[in-house]
């Protein structure tokens, strides 16, 4: 498909990026200032995508972030295929809190139940964590969010 990065089309979000993972390449066109000819854009394009509501001076930026989100969920792209899946806004929540080493930084220490060994207990933190940032930092995700069965029993 022919792509143009365009703030009139459609915002780019996660679900679009794993529909473009099935195309076999696209083509990008990206405008710079007023865009390009309404011709080309009627005769050519498939599809306008934009990052959100506002105005760049040109599409390569959108472009790179567009195919950036697309590659990362290529196979064998990232060291874990599964990585992806966890990551904001997949299941419709923003991601929870990350830990590295050491245990302890700042005065601050990683929650144990991290380091439990405890996959239950982890995926139920993880959750509530989710649940926490997404409620705080972008209520409208929460608002539009649906629990699987399990989340709705740890929600309860």
Known sequence: PVIYMSPQGQTLSESSV??????????????????????????????????????????????????????????????????????????GLLDCPHYTKPHEFAGMAVPKVLLSGHHANIAKWRFSQQVERTQARRPDLWQAFTPTVEQAKWLK
Not at 44 to 57: F, K
């Open 18 to 91: 794993v529909d473009m993972t099935e195309y076999d390449g696209m083509i990008i066109l990206c405008g710079r200032y007023e865009g390009i000819d309404e011709r080309l854009l009627s005769q050519y394009v498939d599809m306008e995508i934009s990052l959100g509501d506002y105005v760049l001076t040109g599409g390569e930026l959108p472009a790179m972030v567009l195919m950036d989100s697309v590659i990362r969920r290529l196979p064998d792209i990232m060291g874990d295929d599964k990585s992806a899946e966890q990551d904001s806004f997949v299941d």
